[in-house]
């Protein structure tokens, strides 16, 4: 079966970063586009970022491009996030997902940006 596990979140202090990874297993890695999503407390699961299958598409929410940089390893059947100039408001449970509607995706992992 579909298996998504992130991994990576933790307490940083506003503009720090953080790097997540998401390990994927159980379909084709390969030839999925892969998607991040966040959903703070209190809000509804937002889209964050998607890239290709062989990462040559890659696209972002306007809230955190230039900030964030998605990109994966095909060979690992893995998916990461860079995170930059983080800020309070990037605050939430992130999750990585197959689907662009974020229906499919894994346990997430908790970012806190705070002083």
């Known amino acids: 079966q579909v298996q998504l596990v992130e991994s990576g979140g933790g307490l940083v202090q506003p503009g720090g970063s953080l790097k997540l990874s998401c390990k994927a297993s159980?379909?084709?890695?390969?030839?999925?586009?892969m998607n991040w999503f966040r959903q703070a407390p209190g809000k509804e699961l937002e889209w964050v970022s998607r890239?290709?299958?062989?990462?040559?598409?890659?696209y972002y929410a306007d809230s955190v491009r230039n900030r964030f940089f998605i990109t994966r390893d095909n060979d690992e059947n893995a998916l990461y996030l860079q995170m930059n100039s983080l800020k309070s408001e990037d605050t939430a449970v992130y999750y990585c997902?197959?689907?662009?509607?974020?229906?499919?995706r894994g346990q997430g992992t908790q970012v806190t940006v705070s002083s």
């Open positions: 997902a197959k689907d662009s509607a974020g229906r499919i």
């Open positions: 159980g379909f084709d890695f390969r030839t999925t586009w």
């Open positions: 890239i290709s299958t062989r990462s040559e598409m890659t």
